[in-house]
């Protein structure tokens, strides 16, 4: 049986670097990208075959595509759409240009990497991609208006292809993470010191007190946070599973808002996310 190929985004840290390693134990050739060199250098010092692939760089991606089929003698397996990054802020202290950067990462560059690997998948006959969302795909917090923004958006983009492939051999999958241990807020504090004016917010205060300390202060893990190795397990049952589900929840904060949101009126599920 030939070796089973997959590319994974965002492999520099955290849920993708996991996922690349576990993956590549289990049998399968990994393509472990990240944005930059030198990351992608320290993974082949790991053993992985690792090159650049930019969310937000439409040529890097096509390159990123084509040296995977170069690889592969023009097949691919599956796709994990990882990649993404944050931009704390208040909503109304968002400028245009901070949503169009995270937009192009989190959304434009999921869905044009996706859009370039379906005609591989459609031609071999086989395929599973699986876009990482979030529990804040599912429900609101606040300081995160912009990444939740565009995890909704992956939700709703995603849902819509899985309904349409059901014609076809591809399996269209979501994981759900919630607080998992990564470098996603110290990563988020270039893009929020670029983009945010929090002096000139009337907000300040709000952001001294509560954003900044969360920023920028050491502190334990989150409640319930889990390791990286939680959001692996649930992506070898989506990529190996005969019958893959079309979502997987991971960590209790996900599970519980997955179910409040079935169940309660919107006032008072603000209610408790509001009260943390």
């Known amino acids: 049986m030939a070796q089973r190929s997959v590319l994974v985004t965002g492999c520099s840290s955290g849920i993708g670097y996991d996922a690349a390693h576990a993956l590549a134990a289990r049998g399968w050739r990994v393509f472990a990208t990240c944005r930059a060199e030198a990351d992608c250098a320290r993974l082949r010092d790991e053993g992985l075959e690792s ?6 760089d439409e040529a ?10 170069s690889r592969t003698g023009g097949t691919l397996d599956a796709l994990y759409n990882n990649g993404a990054f944050a931009c704390p802020g208040a ?14 990462t989190n959304l434009f560059g999921v869905h044009d990497l996706t ?14 991609i699986v876009n990482c969302s979030s529990v ?23 849902d819509v292809l899985r309904l349409e492939m059901r014609d076809t051999p ?9 607080p998992v241990t990564s470098k996603i807020r110290v990563n988020s504090i270039p893009h929020f010191e670029r983009w945010i004016d929090w002096q000139a917010s009337p907000r300040a205060a709000q952001y001294r007190t509560s954003l900044r300390k969360r920023l920028y202060q050491d502190r334990a893990p989150d409640r319930f946070e889990l390791p990286p190795a939680a959001v692996s397990a649930k992506l070898i049952h989506a990529l190996e599973s005969p019958r893959p589900r079309a979502r997987y929840y991971v960590t209790t904060p996900t599970h519980a808002m997955g179910l ?15 009260k943390g």
């Not at 409040?260 to 509001?274: F, S, V």
Request: charged residues 20%; negative net charge.
């Open 115 to 128: 859009a370039r690997v379906i005609p591989v998948m459609r031609a071999q006959g086989h395929g599973r």
């Open 170 to 178: 591809i399996d269209i999958i979501l994981i759900e993470p919630g």
């Open 60 to 69: 890097s991606i096509a390159q990123a595509v084509a040296e995977t089929l």
């Open 136 to 158: 804040l795909g599912l429900v609101p917090m606040t300081w995160r208006g912009a990444y939740v923004a565009t995890k909704y958006a992956l939700e709703g983009l995603t």
């Open 51 to 56: 090159f650049v692939l930019d969310y937000a």
């Open 91 to 104: 909503v109304e202290d968002l400028p245009r240009g901070a949503l169009r950067e995270i937009f192009e």
């Open 260 to 274: 409040l949101r079935r169940l309660l009126p919107t006032a008072a599920l603000d209610w408790i996310i509001a």
